[in-house]
């Protein structure tokens, strides 16, 4: 008893002097817990899966959009610290997540980005906590965490009209209904409405949330829509591809055209000039959603909140132009 206090570090009624012997014979021995048989026991693994459906058409999107690697970052970090781990995956579109949950012995879950439809039904049934990330799914049922990204379409398309913006272009992912893509083009569209600005369907280039969607749409604006002075990019990997498009036929940004982008990953801060992102603190984002896991998994509090909306700010940096100090 004495030796599983001190290795399972419940060693506040030992003495130092045992403590001390216990490690020693530890370290002498080579002993490595045996966490299988341990979480049979205590049918605790200490696990906790992150599931990323794969929502766009090529397989290797899992990592390659430094959102994920900066809210993976997040979670793990604070996982870690809580003397937990981290099972990841991708999840592809045709693929059931029961079989991924139910196959990894989990502690808990966090989804991120999923949508009510089909297999979310199921997904009930499955007798541990889980945590939603950027879904817009209300039941209830889950933990949810997310921004307002309605809103945040409507800041980032405000602050571009009050430097004197009127021809505003949106490059955004796909418009699915009730996802972060529409809500953030939907903002748009609110902040050109109270402005009296008409709203141009020529304007909208939807695609995916990847850097090449950032060049193409580039391109297109340069070729079809002249009169655009200002683009606002849904995600930051967008705008840094707009941005490539935009030098590479000698546009100046922001002198001939402004870009805001959103999230404020790091590569807001390499692209140049640096660019004007709404932030959404997507590392401390991550630790936010391991600490509400951790916290239902401590205590069957139902004071704990299942919905969390966090703050969200635009970052002036160098890419948008202000007309309205020209005139």
């Not at 030992?14 to 205590?42: C, F, H, M, N, Q």
């Not at 049918?43 to 809210?71: A, C, D, R, W």
């Not at 992912?173 to 809500?183: D, Q, R, S, Y």
């Amino acid at each position: 008893m004495t030796v599983s206090n001190v290795i399972n570090k419940r060693s506040s009624k030992v003495s130092a002097d045992t403590v001390t012997k216990i490690e020693k014979a530890i370290e002498e021995l080579g002993y490595v817990p045996d966490y299988s048989a341990r979480s049979l026991v205590s049918k605790k693994s200490k696990m906790i899966g992150v599931i990323i459906p794969q929502t766009e058409t090529h397989k290797q999107f899992l990592l390659e959009n430094p959102f994920y690697s900066e809210i993976v970052s997040g979670i793990e970090s604070k996982l870690r610290e809580k003397n937990y781990y981290m099972m990841l995956t991708g999840v592809d579109k045709d693929s059931n997540y029961l079989d991924v949950l139910i196959n990894w012995n989990l502690d808990a879950a966090i989804i991120l980005g999923i949508y009510q439809e089909g297999f979310y039904e199921q997904l009930k049934k499955i007798n541990i906590p889980v945590l939603l990330i950027d879904s817009y799914i209300n039941d209830g049922f889950f933990y949810n965490l997310g921004i307002d990204d309605l809103y945040g379409g409507y800041i980032a398309t405000k602050y571009l009209i009050e430097k004197g913006h009127q021809d505003i272009a949106i490059i955004t992912g796909h418009l699915k209904k009730e996802g972060v893509a529409e809500k953030r083009f939907l903002g748009y569209k609110k902040a050109l409405d109270e402005a009296g600005i008409p709203f141009n369907i020529n304007y909208v280039y939807a695609d995916s949330v990847s850097y090449e969607c950032g060049i193409t749409a580039g391109q297109k604006i340069i070729e079809e829509c002249q009169a655009v002075t200002a683009v606002f990019a849904t995600a930051d990997l967008i705008a840094a591809g707009a941005i490539a498009s935009f030098h590479a036929a000698d546009i100046k940004v922001p002198d001939d055209i402004s870009i805001i982008g959103f999230d404020n990953l790091s590569i807001s801060k390499m692209t140049y000039p640096l660019l004007t992102t709404v932030d959404q603190k997507i590392f401390e984002k991550g630790m936010k959603a391991a600490n509400i896991l951790m916290d239902t998994l401590k205590s069957s509090n139902s004071k704990i909140e299942k919905s969390v909306i966090l703050d969200i700010e635009i970052i002036e940096r160098n890419s948008v132009k202000n007309m309205k100090s020209k005139r």
